[in-house]
C-alpha cells in the first residue's frame, strides 16, 4: 500500500492552521486558509498598488460623501468585523472594485455615468458583497491552496510585506478582469440587499445595467474591461429585476436622491484631471 507524503506531524499542522467559519450570508460552514486579518494586510497592500496606479481624486468632499453612502451600505451588509474603506480613483475608466478585506473602490469615470445616490448604492453595494462574500480571498485560496497559509503566515511572521508581491499582482489581476459569473451574481443580489435595508430605491441598479447595455454598444475604450468580463448585461438585468420582484418594495419609503448626488459629482471632469 501507498504511504501518504505527508508526515503526522505536517497533517496535524495544517488542520490547526486551515480555520472553519461559517459563510456570513448562507450561514454554512467553509474552510478558511486565509485568516480575517491576513486577509485584511493583504488587502491594504492590494489597495496601495490599485492607488499607486490610478491615483486618488483629490475632493476631500467627494470623498466624504462616497464614503458616508458606503458607511450606510456597511451598517446593513452581513460581515461587519472589519473596517471598510472608500477611495474615489482618478481616472476617466468606467469602473468599480474591490480588494479583500474591505477596500472598494469607484473612478469617477463611473461617478460621471451615474444619475442619482440609488445607482451609486448599487454599484457600492455589489463591490461589498464580493467582501463579505469572501470572493477574492477564496479565489486566492484556491489558485495557492496549503502553501498560502505557510507562506502567509512567514510573511506575517517575519513582517516581510515585500514576499506578498506574488498575492497582490495576483488580487490586483483579479479586480481587474472579474470574477466568476456565480459571484458576480451573488455580488449583484447583495447590491439590491444592501440598497433595500439602506432606504435606496434597488431599482437603480437596474438603470446602471441599463447604462452598461448602451455602452456596449459604444468603442472599447467607452466600455471598460472589467465589464466586459462579467456576466451579459441582460442577464443581469432579468436577475436583479427577479430578486427585486422576490423581495418586493410595496409599503417601503425609497429614496434616490439625485440633487444631492449630483451636487457632489457635477464638477467631476469627464477626460484626464488636469491635478
Known amino acids: 500500500m501507498r504511504k501518504s507524503s505527508l508526515s503526522p506531524f505536517l497533517v496535524i499542522f495544517f488542520v490547526f492552521l486551515v480555520g472553519c467559519a461559517a459563510n456570513p450570508v448562507t450561514g454554512k460552514k467553509e474552510i478558511r486558509l486565509v485568516s480575517t486579518g491576513q486577509e485584511v494586510a493583504l488587502g491594504k497592500a492590494t489597495a496601495q498598488q490599485v492607488v499607486n496606479e490610478f491615483g486618488v481624486y483629490d475632493d476631500p468632499k467627494l470623498h466624504e460623501y462616497i464614503n458616508e453612502v458606503g458607511q450606510k451600505l456597511v451598517n446593513v451588509c452581513e460581515r461587519k468585523e472589519i473596517t471598510y474603506y472608500f477611495t474615489v480613483l482618478d481616472t476617466p475608466m ?59 503566515g512567514e510573511v506575517f511572521t517575519k513582517q ?22 456565480q459571484n458576480e451574481f451573488e455580488a449583484d443580489n447583495s447590491g439590491v440587499r444592501y440598497s433595500l435595508a439602506g432606504g435606496y430605491d ?63 459629482t457635477q464638477n467631476l471632469p469627464a477626460e484626464k484631471s488636469t491635478k
Open 94 to 152: 468606467v469602473n468599480a472594485f474591490a480588494a479583500p478585506g474591505g477596500f472598494i473602490f469607484v473612478t469617477r469615470g463611473i461617478l460621471k455615468e451615474l444619475d442619482n445616490e440609488a445607482q451609486l448604492a448599487g454599484v457600492m453595494g455589489h463591490e461589498i458583497g464580493h467582501v463579505v462574500y469572501r470572493h477574492g480571498a477564496k479565489r486566492l485560496e484556491k489558485a495557492f491552496g496549503y502553501q498560502a497559509i505557510i507562506l502567509l
Open 160 to 181: 516581510d510585506l515585500s514576499q506578498l508581491s506574488q498575492y497582490t499582482d495576483f488580487l490586483f489581476s483579479l479586480m481587474l478582469l472579474g470574477y466568476s459569473r
Open 202 to 264: 434597488p431599482r437603480g441598479m437596474v438603470q446602471f445595467f441599463e447604462k452598461l447595455k448602451a455602452m456596449e454598444k459604444k468603442p472599447p475604450s467607452s466600455f471598460e474591461t472589467l465589464f466586459r468580463s462579467h456576466p451579459p448585461t441582460g442577464d443581469r438585468i432579468e436577475r436583479v429585476q427577479l430578486y427585486i420582484d422576490q423581495v418586493g418594495l410595496e409599503d417601503k419609503e425609497l429614496v434616490s436622491n439625485q440633487e444631492k448626488f449630483k451636487r457632489f
